[in-house]
């Protein structure tokens, strides 16, 4: 079945510093999701992304879908203390499917 | 901003009984899901739901889970035969029509099994 793997497992950054989480997945996706949780709280949604080669920001955050729709990318930019928590992507196979493929997450921590 | 509540926020039972876990998705929604993630691991699908039947589960989704809409706002999982493995926090979610929407997910119910 489909698998979506992400790296790195944990990233411990200055305050300052910027961070990236890599996300691969082993079959072509229609679309790609980026969620943070924070500790001992859910996920929560930051952004999707659907086209090939797509590219969004939100503020210091850079989103990137790969061109083959297999991979992505989330990069922080200066990360601040409120950047802490667990940044997953979440996969949809086929148009259609219904359930999200999780990565295994990218836990951030930041020395202030 | 509508949100999806879930209840309880924790529920501890003991190995062997039978579990309810509360959604009320958020109101306009038409898909619903159930995730869980174990402590420290990643978030894992469960089943899907739409138009009042399983659309996708699983092979964690076994016998032993079922869910339900019994009304218009509840959705519920329930566990028949609680094992100590189904400890976790389990996730309700749902979207409101087209695959491409968002999946916005509820706080979670953290199920410990004794």
């Known amino acids: 079945g489909q698998q979506v793997m992400q790296i790195p497992q944990y990233q411990h950054v200055q305050e300052g510093e910027d961070f990236t989480t890599y996300c691969n997945s082993s079959?072509?996706?229609?679309?790609i999701q980026w969620y943070k949780q924070r500790p001992g709280g859910h996920p929560v949604f930051l952004i999707q992304?659907?086209?090939?080669?797509e590219v969004k920001k939100q503020k210091r955050l850079t989103f990137q879908f790969g061109e083959a729709k297999k991979n992505s990318s989330l990069h922080i930019t200066a990360t601040q203390t409120t950047d802490v928590g667990t940044y997953f992507c979440?996969?949809?196979?086929?148009?259609?499917?219904?359930?999200?493929?999780f990565g295994q997450g990218t836990r951030l921590t930041i020395n202030p | 901003e509508p949100e999806v509540t879930q209840t309880p926020s924790h529920q501890v039972t003991q190995m062997g009984q039978e579990v309810i876990l509360r959604c009320v998705p958020i109101?306009?929604?038409?898909?619903f899901y159930w995730y869980r993630q174990i402590l420290g691991q990643k978030v894992e699908f469960l089943v899907s739901?739409?138009?009042?039947?399983?659309?996708?589960k699983s092979e964690i989704f076994d016998d032993q889970f079922s869910v339900e809409r019994p009304d218009g706002s509840n959705f519920t999982l329930k566990i028949r035969s609680t094992k100590l493995e189904d400890s976790a926090m389990y996730f309700c979610?749902?979207?409101?029509?087209?695959?491409?929407?968002?999946?916005?997910f509820g706080p979670g119910t953290r199920l410990t099994v004794l």
């Open positions: 979610a749902s979207r409101w029509e087209a695959s491409t929407d968002t999946q916005y």
């Open positions: 079959t072509t996706l229609s679309n």
């Open positions: 992304l659907v086209k090939s080669g």
């Open positions: 979440a996969g949809l196979g086929n148009q259609g499917a219904q359930k999200l493929v």
């Open positions: 109101s306009n929604h038409l898909y």
């Open positions: 739901f739409y138009n009042n039947e399983i659309s996708e």
